[in-house]
């Protein structure tokens, strides 16, 4: 079999959890729990174990403490599930106590209680099989079954090597649904092993998932304000350069980090968008990680806490993005003008400059 090297490890577990499913479960209710804000990698690996869950007649509903993310009410409703699944999904804002009525958990991309949000405290109560591809976790030791795979990038494959070992099928839409799963994961494949892909070949050429439609589902569509504001701050970028450094500056009142995205994506190293609300000014960096590795300054931990002082106000963030809150004057060209020299004093004096 061609994934026989790489199912070998995980066969057994697998195996012995059709087995339970089989043996043990029939007429038994079962809750099926995803971590919180539930990702397409979480909420297709659910649906997908409920499907298989229902061909062996085995009644289970899906718990999705503290909803799903955006990005996967797109994927559901773009897949037309959203209505297919109302019923057998529950969006648990409060009323822990429904795990009263379950014999048996079944816990997926999920490695830690904490994740679980208002569940965290109630899953110990019950037996819980483990299905997940994070690093082990504080679940694991209670854990009466735990089905992971160190090749697997998503939950979605091992759910997708289950089903493959059942022989029971699923739905062209879940098939499609497990292959966003992934790319979610993977981000497209950046993260993915070899195993995803003969993973994804099994999806596809098996269990008929639809490569194109599980990429589209996931394309995130802006509103129309949000183009707009785009293509505002694309107009009035102000170019500079340091060395060999292209800085961009611009003005927004809204969507300030998508913009600052777009502008890298059309060239620039860092770039830099003031907006003004109410009595404060807004500032919103953002850099190309060759940026950081070039000048050796984090926008996060240097730039952004030092222009806070400067404007008198505060700033942070990460390496690659950050923000400034301050109560200074809204004026770009004076507020550029000061955030352009700040960096150019850095990274000139930047010990780790290689320019
Ligand atoms: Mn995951």
Known sequence: MLLGK??????????????????????????IITHRNADPDAIASAIALHEILS?????????????????????????????????NIIDLRK???????????????????????????YVFDKPFILIDH??????????SMIISDNNARST???VTNIALLSGLGLPRSI?????????????????ATEKTFLTVYRLISSLGADYLKAQSVLQHEMSIPERIARLKAAQRIVIKKINELIIAYSHVSAYESSCARAILELGADAVFIVSRHKEK?????????????????SLGRDLMPYLGGLLG??????????????????????????????????ILSSSKQAL
């Open 134 to 143: 994070h690093q082990p976790g504080k679940l694991w030791r209670k854990a």
């Open 55 to 87: 061909k062996v007649k085995i009644k289970s509903y899906i718990l999705l403490p503290e909803g799903m993310n955006e990005i996967s009410k797109q994927v559901m409703e773009k897949l037309g599930l959203s209505d297919k699944y109302r019923y």
């Open 6 to 31: 790489y199912w070998k490890e995980n066969l057994e577990n697998i195996k012995r959890l059709l087995e339970k499913i089989y043996s043990d479960l029939p007429g038994k209710t079962i809750f």
């Open 313 to 346: 106000g505060s700033g942070g963030g990460h390496d690659t993005a950050g923000v400034v809150e301050a109560t200074a004057k809204y004026d770009f060209k004076r507020i550029i003008n000061i955030v352009h020299k700040a960096l150019e004093k850095m």
């Open 95 to 121: 009323g822990e106590k429904i795990l009263i009525n379950t014999d048996i958990l079944i816990i997926v991309d999920t490695n830690n209680p904490e994740q679980l949000g208002l569940l965290a405290h």
């Open 156 to 158: 979605s494959e091992i």
């Open 281 to 297: 000014i807004r500032i919103v960096g953002r850099a190309k990680q060759s940026f950081i590795k070039i000048t050796g300054i």
């Open 175 to 191: 098939s499609t649904l497990l292959l966003s799963g992934i790319l979610y994961d993977t981000r497209r494949f950046i993260y």
